[in-house]
């Protein structure tokens, strides 16, 4: 049977309630692979500039253009592939994923490592707007708050295990082997994605312009927006975690594995409460964890030298960052029900973008001389921007409501 015309997708013989965990569950699965190369990376950070003979803000520029390959693969990608089945879509994906990944591993220099990592990221937002959009197509309505976060349970569940055990690869065997695990997580995900997510009708879908149109929409751009510059904060402290946790916490650096994991359960931990704290209200939550994120960001800054307090501070991050992150893709999802594919894939690169930004001023302020304590300034003052930018967002959305009444 179909899926109810109340969804956002038509799906061809929906599935029931096994087969619907099911298509859950691949379609986390790539989340997971998809997290454990973008998090891990920084981790990575020291040993490839090690191997390279390079500094650590120039290894971060690669993680400056794995987030660059996302903003410009997730409009690109999903426009011209407006009208491809999205199941066939997710499995083209995936493919161009591993195949990346498996280029990083193999980067002979730097320049080759900055290609691959930028090719790695062509597809991130594409897959999680269209896996978004088809994992909210699979429940009711009033659930979609829920299996959205889901799909990124994998993502969180990859800052704990595939996080920490391709940094531990990187340390013992060789950076290059916590790529080729990404790879095995790539292949193993394509056959999930072949065996459990029920395919689309192509009728009635978005066409490139209508999904374009949408963009320009206030709602749907000030949303980008604040999660471009709110998240900047997150990664401009977690893309030097690792030598800020070394050189000001003083940990030893085989203790990194295990605090990544730490950020990695906050993650998972925001996860699980997103669903129902956005189901109940996405407006409060998203607002809630913007201000929230500030004050973790402005702890981890004043107590990173303390190493039971950076800890925690990693921890509450990450747990922030997880329901932030899913009230924004719901709040775009609510906006552009019409044309739900590209304004979710775009969420993704916002928060790549965000990557970026909080990488290049992360390491601006380093390279200044700052110290490693100073990224966490700089994510406080974008988590703020963010935060003034959602705020103005929501008062206009509840400006126009009123209005209609």
């Known amino acids: 049977m179909s899926a109810p015309r109340t969804a956002l997708l038509q799906i061809v013989n929906a599935p029931g309630p096994t087969g619907t965990r099911l298509a859950l569950l691949a379609l986390a699965l790539g989340g997971f692979g998809i997290g454990t190369t973008e998090f891990a990376s920084m981790g990575l950070l020291p040993f490839v500039a090690e191997d390279f003979g390079a500094s650590i803000p120039a290894v971060g520029r690669s993680i400056s253009l794995y987030a660059l390959g996302v903003v410009v693969g997730a409009p690109l990608i999903t426009s011209l592939a407006a009208r491809v089945e999205r199941k066939t879509l997710l499995l083209a994906l995936m493919v161009v994923f591993t195949v990346g990944n498996g280029l990083s591993a193999a980067a002979p220099s730097l320049e080759w490592l900055y290609v691959a990592r930028f090719l790695s990221g062509l ?3 594409a897959y999680f707007g269209v896996a978004a959009v088809v994992a909210a197509s699979l429940v009711a309505p009033g659930r979609r708050g829920t299996a959205v976060a889901r799909v990124m349970l994998g993502l969180t569940i990859a800052n704990i295990v595939g996080v920490p ?7 013992a065997l060789g950076w290059r082997t916590a790529y080729l695990l990404v790879v095995l997580l790539g292949a193993l995900t394509v056959t999930a994605l072949a065996l459990w997510v029920p395919r689309t009708r192509s009728e009635g879908m978005a066409s490139a312009a209508q999904e374009i149109r949408a963009l320009s929409r206030p709602q749907v751009a000030l949303t980008l927006l604040a999660g471009s510059v709110g998240f900047g904060g997150m990664f401009a402290v977690y ?24 950020f990695g359960v906050g993650m998972t931990v925001g996860s699980l409460l997103a669903g129902p704290l956005v189901d109940r209200s996405i407006e409060g939550s998203a607002l809630g964890a913007g201000a929230v994120s500030a004050v973790a960001l402005a702890f981890f800054g004043l107590f990173v030298h303390l190493p039971a307090a950076a800890v925690l501070g990693v921890l509450w991050i990450g747990i922030m960052g997880s329901i932030f992150t899913t009230s924004l893709q719901v709040r775009l999802l609510r906006e ?5 594919s590209l304004t ?10 965000a990557n970026a930004l909080g990488a290049f001023l992360g390491g601006v ?10 990224p966490a300034w700089t994510g406080v ?4 921007v963010g935060l003034l930018i959602l705020g103005s967002a929501v008062r206009q959305r509840r400006s126009a409501a009123a209005e209609r009444r």
Request: proline share 6%; aromatic share 8%.
């Open 336 to 340: 552009a029900k019409d044309a739900p």
């Open 365 to 374: 302020v380093i390279s200044a001389g700052w110290g490693y304590r100073a």
């Open 123 to 125: 597809p991130h937002g």
């Open 165 to 171: 055990a391709a940094a531990a690869l990187g340390g």
């Open 344 to 353: 979710a894939a775009m969420n993704h690169a916002a928060f790549n973008l």
């Open 381 to 384: 003052a974008l988590a703020v």
């Open 239 to 262: 893309t030097y975690i690792s030598p800020t946790l070394t050189e000001l916490t003083g940990l030893d650096i085989g203790t990194v594995p295990w605090v990544l994991a730490v």
